[in-house]
Each structure stands twice: as C-alpha cells, then as structure tokens.
C-alpha cells in the first residue's frame, strides 16, 4: 500500500467538486449495463467486427452524450485548469 500511495491518492489533485464523481462507479455500470442491452438485443452476431461496430457505436453516442452535458461537475470547463500543456484550450463557443 504504501508503494502505491501517489496512484491511490491520485485524485486529491483534481479539484473538490470533481472527486465525489472519481469516486462513483455508476456511469461505467450504466455504461456496460447499455451495451449488455444492445448486444443482448442483437443474440447472435456474424462476426467479431459486427460486435467491434456496434459497441463502438454504442461508446461514441455515449462520448457524445457526456461531451454536452453542462450540468456535470467533470465539464470541459473545469477539467482546463489541470493541464499544464498550453496548447490545451477550450473551444470558442458559438455567439
């Protein structure tokens, strides 16, 4: 444990109001729980690239999803401070 200390500790370095969403597990269960849905619908598939298709699908609408939800603590917004890169910028908004 103690060797592992800096990795356990790693999300002290994020800011208060996004620790309580580090510490959840519910959208990746929500996230797997979609795609057992959605391939259990399909049954049988043809082949390994039908599955690699649909779950890719399945992961870009939920990117997608996430990407535009401004009601979450985790925003683009609040994620920029913590990059040292400078080339790391937000977007310019539509007027």
Excluded: C
């Excluded at 200390?5 to 800011?15: H, R, S």
């Amino acid at each position: 444990m103690d060797e592992a200390e800096t990795d356990v500790l790693a999300y002290m370095n994020f800011p208060a109001a996004h620790r309580p969403k580090l510490h959840s597990t519910n959208p990746i269960e929500r996230l797997n729980g979609e795609i057992k849905r959605r391939t259990d619908v399909v049954g049988i598939f043809p082949n390994e690239a039908a599955i690699i298709r649909l779950v890719g699908v399945i992961l870009l609408e939920q990117n997608d999803e996430w990407a535009v939800q401004r009601a979450r603590s985790m925003t683009l917004e609040t994620m920029a401070p913590l990059s040292d890169d400078a080339m790391v910028t937000l977007p310019t908004m539509a007027a």
